[in-house]
């Protein structure tokens, strides 16, 4: 079975990546065939500034190196470094009709706040997709926001069969634990565009400060709440074991404690959870070319599956 996911260099990797993703991505090296990208061509739908998504490829590779991904055991590339993809990309435009594209929420929520959305947003999941189709993917890992352009793969794939022949591996989304989402600071989805994100490797004073501005409610100390659903409780269960979160939620429930005590576990707690990972980060960067020859490596690997792929692609349509 292959594995197959992907991640944008949007900036720095927060919690809602790390528990909601890569945690599972790493996970998984160990039990399949497992290819992990970095979607610096998704990305440039909203980096515009050169330096900066180059920058930030490079920081994504070193972060999921931190973190724990091993290159021995999965393939870890750049998603351009991979032109096959592109190409796929087209040739699944010409069969992807424009309305199942109209009906996918990142394009609709962009469009109903009256943002700018160019063709790159619109045909995201058409390469998205590609991404997928590429190396015969059977398995996508992925948080619950991703699950329906897995169903846009999944139909342009049965679509292409159906016209020319088993060309596509049909692939499935496994929806990660945890996958749900992973909260913010306000409670909403931690994500960038809401401005509510934790990052992995934040400096751990910043990170700390932030934790301690996490909102909570107001009710007086004395009273007793309930853990489920109570976002901060949620962020904890993320560093904790199973132990130690049945006593915090008994302390929700019983009442007589401050929101204050919460948050400073809760800072201890992550910043012993990523201590080791900050360690080797901090390695690695300085030592940028290792990354940088791991990725050409990953490239290459990559680069053979996705040309094999798009051979029997073109064939099957006459190109
Ligand atoms: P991206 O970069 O937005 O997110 C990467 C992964 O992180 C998950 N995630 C979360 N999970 C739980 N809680 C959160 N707060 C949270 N925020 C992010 C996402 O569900 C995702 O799995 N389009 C993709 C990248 C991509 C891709 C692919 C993925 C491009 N091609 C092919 C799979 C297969 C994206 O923007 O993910």
């Keep these: 079975m292959r594995v197959l996911s992907g991640i944008q260099p949007t900036g720095r990797f927060h919690w809602g990546n790390y528990f909601g993703a890569i945690r599972q991505y790493i996970a998984l090296q160990n039990e399949d065939e497992a290819y992990y990208f970095i979607a610096n061509l998704h990305a440039l739908t909203t980096i515009r500034e050169r330096d900066v998504l180059r920058r930030n490829t490079l920081e994504a590779a070193m972060d999921l190196l931190a973190l724990g991904l091993d290159p021995q055991k999965a393939t870890l590339f750049v998603q351009s470094d991979v032109p096959e993809v592109s190409e796929l990309s087209w040739i699944l435009m010409t069969i ?36 997928i189709l590429a190396y015969d993917s059977n398995w996508v890992p992925v948080g619950e926001d991703q699950v329906q352009h897995i169903e846009v793969c999944r139909d342009l794939a049965k679509a292409f069969n159906h016209r020319y022949g088993e060309a596509f591996v049909v692939p499935e989304a496994r929806l990660l634990p945890h996958a749900a989402r992973v909260p913010g600071t306000d409670g909403e989805k931690m994500s960038k565009s809401y401005n509510n994100t934790i990052e992995v490797f934040e400096d751990v004073k910043a ?59 809760l800072a201890d707690e992550a910043e012993s959870f990523f201590a080791a990972a900050r360690e080797k980060r901090a390695e690695l960067e300085a030592h940028p070319e290792r990354v940088t020859e791991i990725l050409a490596d990953g490239a290459t690997r990559a680069r053979r599956k996705a040309r094999a792929v798009l051979d029997r692609v073109q064939e099957a349509c006459g190109l």
């Design 207 to 265: 990170m700390r400060k932030k934790v301690m501005r996490i909102e909570t409610d107001s009710r007086p100390m004395e009273e007793p709440k309930a853990p489920e659903g109570d976002h901060l409780f949620q962020l904890c269960s993320l560093f904790v074991d199973a132990e130690k979160r049945e006593s915090l939620a008994d302390l929700y429930r019983r009442g007589g404690f401050g929101y204050g005590q919460v948050k400073k576990m």
């Design 96 to 131: 992807t009709s424009r309305g199942r594209l109209e009906r996918c929420h990142a394009f609709k929520e962009k469009k109903s706040k009256g943002l700018p959305a160019d063709m790159g947003l619109f045909t995201y999941p058409v390469l998205m997709a590609a991404d």
